[in-house]
């Protein structure tokens, strides 16, 4: 990020049109066998009260990268948060307010984590994307361009854990797969493969409220998934 003493050269480009540049985040946590997004409603004008991303103007004094960290911690209290970018949306009427150009990120974070009593002074909540309202300009085609992303990133990296506490279940996790992918998953194929590549703990206790024998939990093993790598081997689910 730019230090606030920076100062912008000489107005060489005085000659020249000028346009705003936003960020916009899809914000993305796991509850209840769902992918959820957080919205909220937008608190000025234009479309003052629908629903709308968490988003903000990258300022003269920071970075894109700075811009998209500020508005999430803004948002989730969060800091180092796994993000990647979606795409940049620039069509030219996609903002009523001005000619405004939007770089959009997805994020992935632990729901039971993330702190939004900001978010919430503007009506933000948590929705299942299988309930997602209509949504302010272009921000559902965001969506659906993030969900598309998140499939083709979570089958050969395991961001999906990023969704997840620092504990899971094996059918929690699976169940967080099929929110990603959006279809069922064969329970003994996908056992089979996300054990045999070695990345998972297995704990010793137990989830036993969701049957009577109950599930082990498992952690991921980040240092297990590096030498994966070294190996030549790759993630794949």
Same mark, same amino acid.
């Given at each position: 990020?730019?230090?606030?003493? =920076?100062?912008?050269?000489?107005?060489? =480009?005085?000659?020249?049109?000028?346009?705003?540049?936003?960020?916009?985040?899809?914000?993305?946590?796991?509850?209840?066998?769902? @992918?959820?997004?957080?919205?909220?409603?937008?608190?000025?004008?234009?479309?003052?009260?629908?629903?709308?991303?968490?988003?903000?103007?990258?300022?003269?004094?920071?970075?894109?990268?700075?811009?998209?960290?500020?508005?999430?911690?803004?948002?989730?209290? @969060?800091?180092?948060?796994?993000?990647?970018?979606?795409g940049v949306y620039g069509e030219m009427n996609r903002d009523l307010g001005e000619r405004v150009i939007s770089i959009a990120h997805?994020?992935?974070?632990?729901?039971?984590?993330?702190?939004?009593?900001?978010?919430?002074k503007h009506g933000a909540k948590w929705v299942s994307i299988r309930t997602l309202p209509k949504l302010v300009f272009d921000h559902?085609?965001?969506?659906?361009?993030?969900?598309?992303?998140? *499939?083709?990133?979570?089958?050969?990296?395991?961001?999906?854990?990023?969704? /997840?506490?620092d504990q899971f279940t094996l059918p929690t996790l699976q169940a967080l797969y099929e929110a990603i992918y959006q279809e069922p998953?064969?329970?003994?194929?996908?056992?089979?493969?996300?054990?045999?590549?070695?990345?998972?703990?297995?704990?010793?206790?137990?989830?036993?409220?969701?049957?009577?024998?109950?599930?082990?939990?498992?952690?991921?093993?980040?240092?297990? =998934?590096? @030498?994966?790598? *070294?190996?030549?081997?790759?993630?794949? /689910?």
């Amino acid at each position: 990020m730019i230090s606030d003493s =920076y100062t912008m050269p000489e107005h060489f =480009y005085s000659d020249k049109e000028s346009v705003l540049v936003a960020v916009d985040c899809i914000i993305m946590g796991f509850h209840e066998s769902d @992918l959820h997004i957080l919205i909220a409603k937008r608190p000025f004008d234009p479309l003052r009260s629908n629903w709308s991303l968490m988003g903000g103007f990258v300022k003269g004094n920071e970075g894109l990268s700075g811009a998209v960290q500020r508005v999430l911690y803004e948002y989730t209290g @969060l800091t180092g948060i796994y993000m990647e970018q979606v795409g940049v949306y620039g069509e030219m009427n996609r903002d009523l307010g001005e000619r405004v150009i939007s770089i959009a990120h997805y994020a992935l974070v632990d729901m039971d984590k993330t702190d939004i009593s900001n978010a919430e002074k503007h009506g933000a909540k948590w929705v299942s994307i299988r309930t997602l309202p209509k949504l302010v300009f272009d921000h559902n085609l965001m969506v659906t361009d993030t969900i598309k992303r998140l *499939q083709q990133r979570a089958a050969v990296k395991p961001i999906g854990f990023n969704l /997840l506490g620092d504990q899971f279940t094996l059918p929690t996790l699976q169940a967080l797969y099929e929110a990603i992918y959006q279809e069922p998953i064969d329970k003994r194929n996908f056992r089979k493969k996300i054990l045999a590549m070695d990345i998972l703990e297995k704990l010793e206790t137990k989830d036993k409220d969701s049957s009577k024998k109950g599930a082990f939990y498992y952690q991921f093993n980040k240092e297990k =998934y590096e @030498l994966l790598i *070294q190996s030549g081997l790759h993630f794949s /689910l």
